[in-house]
Structure formats: C-alpha cells, structure tokens
C-alpha cells in the first residue's frame, strides 16, 4: 500500500493514531469505494472506516470523546461520527465487522439479517460486499491491500465482477443492479460474463414490488444511480440501459424509439434510436467543448435523451397515412408531456438545486418542447423579443435550449454527410447582437415601460391590448429602434392616433 495513503488519512484523521494508541491489538481498515478510488488515482472525499478487535462499547466510548457519534442500529455495527476538529459534510462511517444474510431473495436490501461482530475476521466482512473491486481493505497500520476476492486484478483489467455466486448477490439487493450499471459508466468497466448475464436476468427486480404494494427498488434509488450514470457516460449509460433491458422495464417510451423510420431527405443517421444515440455523442465531442467552454449537466442529458420521444406515437407515413412524407407532427409538445411524464414517475428531482445532477420537471419539459424552435420560422425574420424570451430570460434554460439545438442538428446527417446548422450559427449571432446591447449598457436593458405606464400613456384599461403593446414596445427596443422613456411613448400613440387624449 502506498505510505502516502497512510500518512494522508492520519494527517486527515487525527483520532485513527489516537485510535491505533489506545488499543494496540485493534486494527483499523479503509474500506469500500475509497480503496478502489485511491488505487486507480482517483480523487475521493468518501472515506469509510472498518475497526476489528475492539468492542462496540469501547469504541464508542473513545469516539464519544473525540465528537460527536451516533450508533445506526445494534446489528448493524456502525458509527456516524463527527470529530470535533475537523468540519465535514457529512459524518464519517465507522463500522464493525458484520455479516449479512438475506431472507427473502427478493431483492429488497432491508430484508437482511445483520450481525456485527468486532472479531469477525476482515475477510468474511468483505465477501457480504457486491462487487470485487469494492470488496478490498487497506490496512492502515501493517500498510497493505487485503484483496481475498480478486479485486485488485479485476481493477487492473477494468472488469467488473460480483463477489460471489452473481445471481445470489443482485437477488439480494436489486440496487446493485443500478451500481453496476453506474459503475461500468463511471470507470469505463466491462462486466464479467457471468456477472453481466445475471444482471440482466436480474433487471426484473426494478419493477417488482414488496407485498405492502412499494417497489422493491424505490424510484429515488433509481434516478440517483441512473443519472449519475448518464452524466458519467451519456452514451455508454444509453448503451448499457437497453442491453440490460432496464430501459425497457422502466422507460418503454424509449424502446419505441427503435425502428421508427425518419425522413432520408433529413435523416440519413438512421430511425430515431439511432439519431438520438448520435445526439448523445456530441455532449461529450471535441466540438461541444469548443463551442460551449462548459460542461453539459443531467438537465440537458435528459433533455438530448428525450427530445425525440414524441416521434414514435406522432408518425405518419404515406403509404399508411397518405402525407408527402414522413412526418411527425406535434411531437415537440408530445415529447414534452412524456419527459415531465417519465421525470415525475421516477422521481428525477431527487438532487438538489445548484447540483449538476438536478432535474427542474418543468424546466426539462420546456427544453423538449422548444427544441425545434429554429425550424419554425426564419431566423432573419424571428422577432428579437423571441429571442431574449427564449435564450436569455432568466426564467427558463435558454442556454441549455441552444446546447440542445446544437447537438440535435450536429446529430441530423442529410445526404450529403454534412449535418446542417445554419439556423443555429444564425440564431448564436442574434442573441450575440442583443448580448453586446447588453454590454454597451452594461447589462440587456429593461423594458422602457411598465404595463401601468403603457395604460397611462394610451388611458387603456387593463386587458390583452397591453400586453401585446408591451411586446412591441420590447422588439422595437431590442432591434435598436427605440431608446428612451419618451420615444416609446411617442411610438405607442402613433401606433393609436385615436386615442383620447393620445396626442
């Protein structure tokens, strides 16, 4: 084990010396994900902490007085503690030595029967553990890896592998059924054979529900590890999900999505499956770096997933429908109800706000709604107020709008090979005119007047007519044909010679 590891987590912990000094004949591990992080270089904040050879009593009267420590459950074996001199996120986990023995099979984690013991040796404490390659132990005082499953070749060969019989290990707990997929998505892993094999016959178990009529897997456990993993890899989280059949037991609107032909004049990529796998690709591409200089977040993932989704129940084709060609007409608002659908029936707002893994319901539904804006209209001719509604309102996501524009067009190959995004270069260049109105008056200006001054000026009364004068009043100002208080009033009684009193 490497000494720096031992010098950090000391340096880090003060208590674990202070630990190792009061009971010599105690042993103190590193366990879990850290072991694997640090192995592979990796930067980790998660440190979880195993002690043998001291007696629950003790420990917690040693922990007690170096912060503050609360005891999860007498089976379980585990301490969440605090130390005093240090400020953390979240407590530490120290655990006893335990095994866990499920009772049921049926995948749900809480139907196991626990029991800790602090002389339970190290490596019976690492065979109750889901993959081999989480199943290691740093021993920080002789300063070595115990590996008794083969974890660390695992590691070496980027291979994912259960620790144990694999089928018994995901009939245990289904969640491992996510943690796998999120793992291979995260560290670029491969599965197993058999491991693989079992997952997939085991995927079943994210629908299956307890006899109380609750899942076995509960929808919040699913949109952690299943968002993580498309932020981790969009594409291989898209591959994985379909090759496991995880798609089709919790998303089947997706699936549909196969097969569905698109226009050849258009869509050369393929149906739109593959359009949207092609889309995926370009969150992470050369290209979207250079365009952006930011990093895509899961609200924009899912958006790029989904953008399509309403293609598949909105086709029409000529030979069945007679149209000119194939078309899919509405789907944009479609897709939009069956992401906010999908988000809300599994529970995709489970991070919280400022997370790169936040999912805003509505926000999303918007995005796929929306994505077709450019296609609409001419851009030349799209009023400037559009514009600012669209991409620069701070009330919707209109940066994430233009980021999912761009790959959906880069993912739309025509016939000549050459995915077209003019309509994109040309809407970048007006939202660049009005964001340099912006910076010449050091931010995008307010509107020049208030509903209550346009009543004023024009002795209107409240009503529509307002509203639709305030959005003129607004294109006229961002298209830099008005500038002041006095010019817009003057140009709204013009717009209303017949007003009373309008002159």
């Keep these: 084990m490497n000494l720096l590891w031992e010098e950090s987590l000391s340096l880090r912990y003060h208590f674990l010396s202070e630990l190792q000094s009061k009971f010599p004949d105690g042993e103190v591990y590193l366990v879990g994900g850290a072991v694997r992080d640090l192995l592979l270089g990796r930067p980790t904040k998660d440190h979880d902490f195993l002690v043998r050879g001291i007696t629950a009593s003790d420990l917690a009267e040693f922990l007690d007085r170096r912060g503050k420590v609360s005891w999860v459950g007498k089976t379980f074996g585990v301490y969440k503690f605090m130390p005093a001199d240090m400020v953390l996120d979240e407590p530490v986990d120290i655990a006893l030595p335990r095994t866990e023995r499920s009772f049921s099979l049926g995948g749900v984690y809480r139907d196991f029967l626990v ?21 290691m132990a740093a021993d920080i005082t002789k300063r070595c890896v115990i590996d008794p499953f083969g974890g660390l070749n695992d590691l070496k060969a980027g291979r994912l592998r259960a620790v144990g019989e694999p089928r018994l290990r995901f009939s245990e707990d289904a969640s491992r059924i996510l943690r796998g997929l999120r793992f291979a998505c995260q560290y670029k892993f491969d599965f197993e054979p058999e491991t693989w094999a079992a997952l997939c016959e085991a995927v079943g178990l994210l629908v299956a529900k307890r006899e109380d009529g609750g899942f076995v897997v509960p929808r919040e456990t699913i949109a952690k590890e299943w968002i993580k993993a498309m932020v981790a890899d ?69 958006a790029t997933l989904l953008h399509d989704v309403g293609k598949p129940p909105t086709l029409q084709t000529p030979e069945r429908d007679g149209v000119d060609r194939i078309r899919f007409n509405n789907h944009d608002k479609v897709g939009a109800r069956f992401a906010k659908e999908i988000a ?42 559009t514009i600012e509604k669209h991409f620069l309102n701070p009330a919707y996501p209109g940066a994430k709008l233009l980021q999912l524009i761009f790959c959906d067009g880069r993912a739309t190959v025509p016939p000549d090979g050459v995915p077209q995004l003019v309509y994109y270069r040309q809407v970048r260049k007006r939202i660049e005119k009005i964001e340099e109105m912006g910076r010449e008056r050091s931010r995008i200006p307010p509107p020049l ?3 209550e001054e346009v009543m004023e000026a024009l002795h209107l009364s409240p009503g529509p007519s307002v509203g639709e004068y305030l959005a003129l009043l607004r294109e006229e100002q961002l298209s830099g044909r008005l500038a002041s208080q006095e010019d817009a009033i003057a140009f709204l009684k013009k717009q209303c010679p017949n007003k009373e009193d309008a002159s």
């Design 449 to 451: 007047l208030t509903g």
């Design 115 to 135: 029991k800790s013991d602090p002389f339970l040796s190290i490596e019976e404490d690492m065979g109750r553990r889901d993959f081999t390659v989480n199943a």
């Design 344 to 385: 809300t029936r599994l529970r995709l707002s489970i991070f919280p706000k400022g997370s790169r893994y936040y999912i805003d319901v509505d926000a999303l539904g918007w995005l796929v709604e929306k994505h077709l804006l450019l296609v609409h209209g001419e851009i030349d001719r799209m009023r400037a107020s």
């Design 234 to 302: 969009p594409v291989a989280a898209f591959d994985l999900w379909d090759k496991s059949g995880a798609f089709e037991k919790l998303i089947p609107e997706l699936i549909a999505m196969k097969g569905c032909p698109q226009p050849q004049e258009f869509h050369t990529e393929g149906d739109v499956w593959n359009h949207t796998r092609l889309a995926l690709t370009q969150l992470a591409s050369p290209a979207f770096c250079e365009e952006f200089h930011s990093e895509y977040d899961a609200e924009l993932v899912l």
